[in-house]
């Protein structure tokens, strides 16, 4: 398996591998039909195996402090990406993957990567053990059918709303036990 940047020809097979390992996960919603271009620069990598993309990492990156990450001094960067594909997993693709865009994320001078995930317990630990540290968290709050009536609704006329996402920052998260789906949102941070 080698690790290498990411090319313009990678496009499908970046996109099988986050989808597949995404569908694994509280983030299965999330599906992507080509990849993300980003506003910064970006550390884009993927670990190939016998000319298949099998995982990737894309850390979009500052050049001036908080433009993409949301904490800390000095320059960061958001890790937006990294998965690995499903037949190869708890190989160690995911960590030499963050290694890589450590290495190469040390060399323009950054400090830090934050990363944002959902409620999965097995993904919160994978980023403990690669030693980063909750530091920030909110909630995503999914509104059907019913669970919007009396509680979301439209001024707008002739609109009726049928599903809602919805980013929730209070304390409060007991008024919502009726709904079918809510996600806490963590974000993590590691400094290097």
């Known amino acids: 398996?080698?690790?290498r940047d990411y090319r313009v020809n990678d496009e499908t097979g970046w996109v099988r591998c986050r989808t597949l390992a995404f569908l694994q996960t509280a983030y299965f919603d999330n599906v992507l039909n080509k990849k993300e271009c980003y506003e910064n620069p970006a550390i884009e990598l993927v670990a190939e195996l016998d000319g298949q993309i099998v995982g990737l990492i894309d850390v979009e990156y500052e050049i001036e402090e908080r433009t993409v990450c949301s904490?800390?001094?000095?320059l960061g960067g958001m890790i937006w990406?990294?998965?690995v594909h499903p037949d190869f997993s708890r190989r160690g693709i995911g960590q030499q993957l963050l290694y890589a865009a450590e290495n190469k994320a040390r060399r323009?001078?950054?400090n830090r990567f934050e990363a944002w995930t959902r409620d999965d317990l097995w993904v919160q630990k994978w980023y403990e053990k690669m030693n980063f540290n909750i530091v920030d968290s909110y909630y995503h709050v999914y509104f059907e059918e019913?669970?919007?009536n009396h509680r979301i609704q439209s001024n707008m006329p002739n609109l009726y709303l049928v599903n809602a996402f919805t980013h929730y920052v209070g304390k409060d998260i007991d008024q919502f036990t009726n709904n079918k789906r809510i996600h806490?949102?963590?974000c993590f941070e590691k400094s290097f």
């Open 1 to 3: 398996m080698i690790i």
């Open 71 to 74: 904490r800390g001094e000095g």
């Open 81 to 83: 990406h990294i998965a």
């Open 108 to 110: 323009v001078n950054l």
């Open 146 to 148: 019913n669970e919007m």
């Open 184 to 186: 806490q949102c963590v």
